[in-house]
C-alpha cells in the first residue's frame, strides 16, 4: 500500500503577485528533480496570484500542484465576492483547501458547508484538503478526539466511496497553529491514525488510502520526525512555506 506525501504550503493571506511569482521561483531553484520523486508539492497563493502562478507553474513546466485556500460551494451566482471551484478548475487548480479553522473561527464556517464545499470540489474534477482539529481547552479536556471525529464524519458527509479514499485531511490542532508549538510526533500520529480509523468506519477501503497531512508549525527541524509516523502523509505547512529555503527543507526531509 502506497500513499504519496503531500506537502502544501498554505500561504494565507500573504503575497501580492509579484511577490508570489518570485517565492514560487525561488522554491524550484531550491528543489531538485528527486525532490519531487517521492512526493506531491503544492501551492496554495490567495485568489488574487493563482492565475500568475498557474503560468509561471506552466511557462517553466515546474513540477508543483497548483492549489487555492478556499472556494464557495456553488459553481456560479448572486455570491458578491467569492469564488467558485468552477473558476478554480478553469485555472488548472489541483488542491483546494476546505474548512481551514481560521473559515472556521473567522467566516463562521459549519461542517455542513465544509461538506459542501468539498463535494463541489470532487465535482469540478479537483481534490479538497478538508481541514479538521481541535482547540486547546478541548484537547485539556479530553475532548480532542470527539471533537475531530465529528468534524470528519460532518466535513465527509456529502462524499462518495470512492471520493473518501481521494480526500485529504489536514489534521490541524488550532493550538499548534502558527505559535511556534507543535504537536509532538506521536499525538500528531495518533490522531492521524484515530481519524484513519473513523474514515474506515464510513467506507471500509478508504482507510488504507485517504492522505491525512498534519498541520500546525511545521518546519524544517521538525518535519522529518512528523512524516516518518506511519499515518502521517505529508504536511500542511503554514509560515514556513512563505520561505523557500525552509519550505524545501520539508519537501525534500522526506527522503531521510
Ligand atoms: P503554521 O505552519 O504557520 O503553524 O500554519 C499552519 C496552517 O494553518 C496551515 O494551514
Known sequence: MSRI??????????????????LVQKLSYELRNHDYESVEVSV?????????IQTVIDADRM??????????????????????PAMLQKLDVDYVIVGHSERRAFSGE?????????SSVFAHSMIPIVCVGEMLE??????????????????LADLSKDQLSEVVIA??????????????????QAMCCYIRTVVGSIHGPAQTKVRIQYGGSVNGSNAAELMAME???GALVGGA???????ARIVSFQEV
Open 5 to 22: 506525501p503531500l506537502i502544501s504550503g498554505n500561504w494565507k493571506m500573504n503575497l501580492n503577485h509579484f511577490e508570489a511569482i518570485q
Open 44 to 52: 496554495h497563493p490567495p485568489f488574487t496570484n493563482i492565475r500568475s
Open 63 to 84: 513540477k508543483f500542484q497548483l492549489g487555492a485556500q478556499n472556494c464557495h460551494a456553488e459553481a456560479s451566482g448572486a455570491f458578491t465576492g467569492d469564488v467558485s
Open 110 to 118: 459549519t461542517n455542513e458547508l465544509v461538506a459542501a464545499k468539498a
Open 138 to 155: 478541548q484537547r485539556e479536556n479530553g475532548e480532542a478526539e470527539e471533537i475531530v471525529e465529528a468534524q470528519v464524519r460532518g466535513s
Open 171 to 188: 489534521y490541524e490542532p488550532v493550538w499548534a497553529i502558527g505559535t511556534g508549538q507543535t504537536a509532538s510526533a506521536d499525538d500528531a
Open 231 to 233: 499515518d502521517i502523509d
Open 241 to 247: 512555506s512563505l520561505e523557500a529555503a525552509a519550505f
